[in-house]
């Protein structure tokens, strides 16, 4: 997300008087929410939603997550790479929510890792502590796949007055 495109205002979806949400606002969002939701999609076709915990980082400060090598979300990434991420408030008039369409890719360097398993301490406290084992969190059964959201497409549904932003990013590789 280095390079952040024009905000697109859709007119179809808000009050006459909204106006573009600046992504300074959805990087912020993003960047101190507290619980994320995530969807993928099982192999038979069938989206799996759940909540789950992540942080910002990189060059281009995504999100990333974490899940056990046995959960159903990385099942569902083991064959397919499309994600949607959302936060935001559960309020009808303030807030702002941020849906994250994109490609969830791995994180395996130890570097990286690192610095993602830090930022989780730093975020959520001593009970989010994470060792680096060998291209993810942790060994054994307790190992972690690590990823990060690289963005196709984020929408910010703004609330007073309602309005959505669209971004739209180039494809990853």
Sequence with gaps: MTLVPAPEIDVRFGAPEAVATPWAEVARTLREAELYWLTTVRRDGRPHVTPLIGVTGGAGQEVHF?????????????????????????????????????????????????????????????????????GVFGSGDDAAAVFRVEPVKVLAFAKDPHGQTRYRFPAPA
């Design 66 to 134: 974490c899940t056990g090598l046995r959960e159903q979300k990385a099942r569902n990434l083991g064959h397919g790479r499309r994600v949607a991420l959302t936060t935001g408030a559960n309020a009808w008039n303030r807030g702002l929510d941020v849906v994250v369409e994109g490609l969830a890719v791995p994180v395996t360097d130890g570097a990286a890792l690192r610095e993602i398993a830090d930022a989780y301490e730093t975020k959520y406290g001593d009970d989010w502590h994470f060792d680096v084992g060998d």
